[in-house]
């Protein structure tokens, strides 16, 4: 079945440690999405790319990187800058046009 | 600025009983708007989506949402709420810079009660 696919389900961050949290479709979607959840506040955008090697910042980028050096792949990275990295983090793609994007089913990422 | 607003936190009815969540949105152009739900510990699940035609809109699992234009509204709806539908439901419209982008909601909880 297509779909995408979060890893790991749990993470932990030590202080001072980067962290990444991969994401991986098999849909042939074009572009890709990186959220952030906090409870009460819905979904933030963290970054976004609509095509391989191209991506653009969201709302919340600052302590975030990303790559896409593939169409399948978007790993997102949580970096020592981002000081309250603790949050549900959820993947999604989509193709272009009004189709949905679909989701991933997160990675929940949280301090040691 | 576009936006989406769900004016309720949370919702409570009985099994059995119609259920509307509400919503309402900014945005510039005409817009493509959307509604998912998400079980706990797990990602946003398609309810169904609103781009043109008919305003009633029917998805996944027996709800529909009425899109109204004067009122910028887009309500979800089930004529009769099982308990299985107790869930966290977003509302989303796609941002008007055509990058596929969503804006949304901060989440209505749907409580249904046997």
């Known amino acids: 079945d297509g779909g995408i696919t979060q890893s790991p389900k749990y993470l932990f961050r030590k202080e001072g440690q980067n962290v990444t949290l991969s994401c991986e479709q098999n849909?042939?979607?074009?572009?890709m999405y990186w959220y952030r959840q906090d409870p009460g506040q819905g979904l933030r955008l963290i970054y976004y790319?609509?095509?391989?090697?191209?991506?653009q910042k969201g709302d919340i980028a600052e302590g975030y990187s990303v790559s896409r050096e593939k169409k399948e792949s978007f790993p997102l990275t949580v970096t020592s800058a981002q000081k309250n990295p603790t949050a549900f983090y959820l993947c999604?793609?989509?193709?272009?046009?009004?189709?949905?994007?679909?989701f991933g089913d997160g990675t929940r990422l949280s301090i040691l | 600025a576009q936006s989406v607003a769900q004016p309720e936190d949370q919702v409570n009815v009985a099994e059995g009983n119609p259920l509307t969540v509400k919503c309402t949105y900014s945005v510039s152009g005409n817009p493509y708007l959307f509604w998912y739900v998400q079980y706990p510990n797990r990602g946003l699940q398609f309810l169904l989506k609103y781009i043109t035609g008919d305003n009633l809109v029917k998805g996944s699992y027996g709800f529909e949402a009425e899109f109204n234009k004067s009122q910028t509204s887009f309500h979800l709806k089930k004529p009769s709420a099982l308990v299985s539908d107790s869930a966290l439901y977003f509302c989303?419209?796609?941002?008007?810079?055509?990058?596929?982008?969503?804006?949304f909601g901060q989440g209505t909880t749907l409580q249904v009660k046997p």
């Open positions: 790319s609509q095509i391989v090697n191209d991506f």
């Open positions: 999604a793609s989509s193709t272009s046009g009004g189709q949905p994007q679909h």
């Open positions: 989303a419209v796609r941002d008007a810079s055509n990058t596929g982008k969503l804006i």
């Open positions: 849909l042939n979607h074009d572009a």
